[in-house]
């Protein structure tokens, strides 16, 4: 399927445009389907988007039906303010409240060595409803991207960006702390029917564009191309700065 750009005049505009598509793409799949499952992501612009969804959107769907996975997380105590969960329980869950069934939210064991929380996270997501092909099934999945090009927890020139079959990959030596994480894999994403790559700032203009070039040395740009490729929907939502060298 196609890749769209979805710009916006600044990080705000862009956290109320992903808020909004958010909540179109997961009621949209429930016309269909009996939950629509959403893969979370780290950094700075999530907390707001959330923020936004709880206040605006609250009522657009039944999130009962919807299932929270994230596609890579620090291995650190769960209180701690590295866990990219903890942003989610704080600015999305705690709102929600009742409203999300505990057993919807696919909390991966991080406080576990690497190897433990990896292959327990796999073998929950094993367990999602799957696609056409037999694997598991991300309705929506949200990325970000560093100024590096990596995204998820594969980092450019590192050994977690080597292919493999797994699922959900231990990584060690991050080029950026914590040292310690799990992410999933290229073969993982590949399950996604949509995916919003989400980036604000003129730093990560080279990289955009690098990416959006085709520069397969670029995480980012493995795997948006590894989930168009399987016929998924690949949207960049993007503030004027980060677009800027487009």
Known sequence: MASQNVISVDAQAVAEAAAKATVEVLAEALKTQETATWLLTGGTLPPAIYEIIVREHRNALDWSKVIFGIDDERCVPFDSPDSSWLLAEQSLFSALGEAVPAEHKLRPAADQDAETAASSYAQTLAGLPKNSAGAPQFDLAWIGLGDDGHCLSLFPGHPSSQPTDEMVIPVHDSPKPP????????????????????????GKAPVIARA?????????????????DAGGQVSWFLDEAAAAEL
């Not at 959006?212 to 168009?228: E, H, K, R």
């Open 179 to 202: 040292a310690d994480r799990i992410s999933l894999t290229v073969k993982a994403m590949k399950g996604t029917k949509n995916l919003f790559v989400i980036g604000a700032g003129g």
């Open 212 to 228: 959006q070039n085709g520069d397969a040395s670029l995480p980012v740009q493995i795997v948006t191309s590894a989930v168009s």
